[in-house]
């Protein structure tokens, strides 16, 4: 046979060997030796072609100066000696076939497990922006796997794998890492352009990393005009990655519906972030104070509330307390008990 040039020739023995039933790569490039720019010989193997090289082993793990460890991950045998290839000679202009070997000493994989092979597992932008999009929306890799495979109607016609979604979801999460905070703070000042209604301010701490960010739309901030009268503030929830408190103002509409008032992150619950968080939740509501807030019983809490607000009557959310009722009868039965204990011996 005859190519044009050596790329043709290696796509050729690509879908040649997708067909017979094992995976190639390209090996062995020699050039001309009066010009460079010429490929005299090309060659494409089997990838089980040669035997794996034999490093010594790491007697122990390797620690760098940041504190990061080198893990070494052990890697499945592939190389198995196969010399199935074909080698393509540069001959006036175009390039020829000149040896090929067609045994392996190998099974070939059957028609059914082509699927799995690395040549048939592509990841394209398809598959790429559902990931990222799902991502937005807390969407993980496995279900944006099961969501390809019902859009294209069978794993066979996903053209991927699920540990491939995986492995680009990670690779994504690795690309953002130490950029993430500023791409969160971009995203919200785009809002803020396109919607002059839209209130977002945030913080950085010593180290000029986000500390603090607090925003509301204008649906929030029309709640808050029509139903700000009560205000609860909770702030039982963590992020699972960043170990951030997410407190979010809440109130309840005349369909005694839970409506949002605005929703605030802080890195650390104490007084200086909750001052900051309620200082700039008044300024993004026109500093119109509630009649009523309703928090847990934090101490540092209740502080930062008779700080900032003068006015609001601050009261605590009656789910906490009936919540720790029960350690404080257990805590006042033992002590009533070890007290009864004291006197009888006592006596």
């Known amino acids: 046979m005859i190519f044009k040039d050596p790329e043709e020739g290696l796509s050729f ?16 490039t020699k050039r001309k030796k009066n010009n460079k720019d010429i490929i005299a010989f090309q060659y494409g193997v089997c990838n089980k072609e040669g035997f794996r090289a034999i490093r010594k082993p790491i ?26 290839h074909i080698c393509m000679r540069y001959d006036a202009g175009k390039y020829v076939v000149t040896h090929f070997k067609e045994e392996h000493n190998h099974p070939l994989y059957i028609p059914s497990c082509a699927k799995f092979q690395k040549d048939n597992r592509k990841m394209h932008i398809m598959h790429k922006k559902l990931i990222v999009d799902n991502s937005k929306v807390n969407v993980g890799p496995v279900r944006s796997y099961t969501m390809m495979k019902e859009l294209a109607g069978s794993h066979d016609n996903v053209g991927a794998s699920k540990q491939d979604f995986k492995n680009f979801y990670r690779d994504l999460k690795a690309f953002i890492d130490g950029s993430d905070a500023q791409i969160f703070v971009d ?9 002059s209604a839209f209130f977002f301010s945030y913080d950085v701490d010593e180290e000029y990393r986000l500390c603090r960010a607090l925003w509301a739309d204008p649906i929030c901030r029309k709640n808050y005009a029509l139903f700000g009268d009560m205000v609860s503030f909770d702030t039982t929830f963590k992020t699972n990655r960043y170990n951030m408190i997410f407190g979010p103002f809440t109130g309840v509409d005349h369909h005694k519906k839970c ?3 605005a929703a605030s992150f802080v890195a650390h619950e104490d007084i200086s972030s909750f001052e900051w968080v309620f200082k700039t939740f008044l300024k993004s509501m026109g500093n119109n104070e509630p009649v009523c807030l309703i928090t847990d019983q934090d101490p540092t809490m209740k502080v930062a509330v008779r700080n900032v607000f003068q006015t609001t009557e601050h009261r605590f959310c009656m789910w906490h307390i009936m919540k720790k009722v029960p350690e404080k009868r257990l805590s006042r039965q033992n002590l009533k008990k070890s007290g009864t204990k004291l006197f009888q011996n006592s006596i």
């Open 13 to 28: 023995y690509k879908a040649y060997a997708n067909a017979a039933g094992f995976t190639s790569r390209k090996s062995t």
């Open 59 to 84: 007697a122990q793990q390797t620690v760098y100066e940041e504190g990061k460890v080198r893990i070494t991950r052990k890697r499945l045998v592939t190389r198995v000696g196969c010399n199935a």
């Open 187 to 195: 995203n919200f000042q785009n809002k803020k352009l396109l919607w």
């Open 259 to 261: 409506v949002t008032f």
